[in-house]
């Protein structure tokens, strides 16, 4: 019997099977090496079949040109009658998705460490343009010994571009959609910090911030509730942990992390604050800010200020700007973590805590998320119309006349 193949490349076995395709285990026959192969049926989109083929291509360019230790590398990228593929590095490893199956935390290092390595490649990425839009343990490869892997860059774009399936069904990982993929605005850089900050608190705890009995519960959740705080649930997970997640979740786009950059920032100092020695100032740290989480150890509703600004913010994004180069932005301290945990208190507690308090003195003369929504401009009143005068001119006068009878029937 022949064996399977797909263009040069020698199919040995299936590693995996998802809504797009299938994953295998191939050998390059020209190079001999072993590779992995992503395969994309274009039958998916028949109605459109030609400008999906191009943007497969366009997006499998757009990933092959990522060079990172922390970002699966893209070989080649080829076509097999309806079967669209690409050629990457296979991985000696299992996805993360596996090592959270059980529904068991992981170890808090070995978390932070995850995470810090992800948001290192998704940084990577986000420079050069190309914005992920899938992030999920699924597409993250631990191996026993190198560096952790972030996988479909560019499959996921193209996820992106197909609403439905032939079954009807949505496509993507709402467990760990952002608020703004939820509410169906496009999705920018830091819609994939939010991506992490719920595989972080996965990591954390055993269990996603959000949940619910069916799809529509669930992205009701990520828009309208806050989770309670990592360390309610894992006793092991430190003070400053909690305020890391707690800024990766805020559902306000300007008070979230702004670039990868600084979540791998802020997860390296809190590594070493974890691998130091315990002295006063270290072991000293700030009260669990409550308010930017639940109170308790279920999630609970937003505030409606919160929602308005959730419902309200805009992404001014286009395909062009994701494919044009990331300007980096200066260095800023860590912000407020949400509106109901807004104040320049909260952002000093976690710039002393990062070692960033020693750029706070500009940022004390901005504006809070609090003072911000205070001074969003209201909607101007309208002025009263005729039909009002007239019909509070009659009510007042009804009222004298009754107020007379009264009066003359007491007189009598």
Not at 87 to 99: D, K, P, S, V
Not at 222 to 241: G, H, K
Request: aromatic content about 6%.
């Amino acid at each position: 019997m022949e064996q399977p193949k797909l263009g040069r490349y020698l199919i040995q076995s299936e590693l995996g099977r998802g809504a797009m395709g299938v994953v295998y285990k191939a050998t390059d026959s020209v190079l001999e090496r072993t590779v992995a192969v992503k395969t994309v049926n274009m039958a998916l989109e028949r109605d459109r079949s030609d400008k999906f083929e191009a943007r497969f291509y366009q997006e499998a360019r757009a990933a092959g040109s990522l060079n990172h230790p922390n970002i699966v590398t893209v070989y080649d990228v080829g076509k097999a009658g309806d079967v669209a593929y690409i050629a990457m590095e296979f991985i000696e490893g299992e996805e993360l998705r596996t090592l959270l199956s059980e529904g068991k935390s992981l170890p808090v290092g070995k978390a932070v460490s995850i995470a810090a390595q992800v948001a290192d490649g998704l940084s990577y990425a986000h420079q050069h343009g190309v914005v992920h839009r899938d992030v999920k343990p699924a597409n993250i490869m631990v191996a026993p010994s190198g560096p952790v892997k972030i996988t479909d860059f560019g499959i996921a774009r193209m996820r992106s571009s197909s609403e439905l399936t032939q079954t009807g069904m949505m496509l993507g990982s709402p467990k760990y959609m952002s608020p703004e993929q939820v509410i169906g605005k496009r999705a920018d850089h830091r819609s994939d910090v939010f991506s992490l900050g719920i595989i972080l608190y996965e990591m954390l705890t055993g269990g996603v911030p959000f949940n619910g009995d069916n799809v529509t519960a669930l992205m009701y959740q990520i828009v309208n509730f806050v989770p309670p705080a990592p360390s309610t649930v894992n006793t092991a997970v430190p003070e400053l942990l909690d305020y890391i997640v707690a800024k990766m979740l805020t559902k306000a786009l300007e008070e979230r992390y702004q670039s990868a950059q600084e979540v791998v920032r802020d997860l390296r100092e809190c590594e070493r604050q974890m691998s130091a020695p315990a002295t006063a100032a270290t072991a000293t740290t700030p009260p669990r800010p409550s308010a930017a989480f639940a109170s308790g150890p279920q999630p609970e509703l937003l505030g409606t200020d919160d929602k308005t600004v959730v419902m309200a913010q805009t992404l001014n994004r286009t395909r062009q700007v994701d494919n044009a180069p990331e300007v980096e932005a200066s260095p800023s301290p860590a912000r407020g973590l949400a509106h109901s945990f807004d104040s320049l208190e909260a952002t000093q507690r976690l710039a002393t805590m990062t070692g960033a308090s020693s750029t706070l003195g500009e940022s004390a003369e901005r504006q809070t998320a609090t003072q911000a929504l205070d001074s969003m401009p209201r909607p101007q009143r309208a002025g009263w119309r005729r039909r009002d005068w007239l019909l509070v001119g009659g009510a007042a006068a009804l009222g004298l006349i009754v107020a007379g009878l009264v009066v003359k029937r007491r007189d009598k």
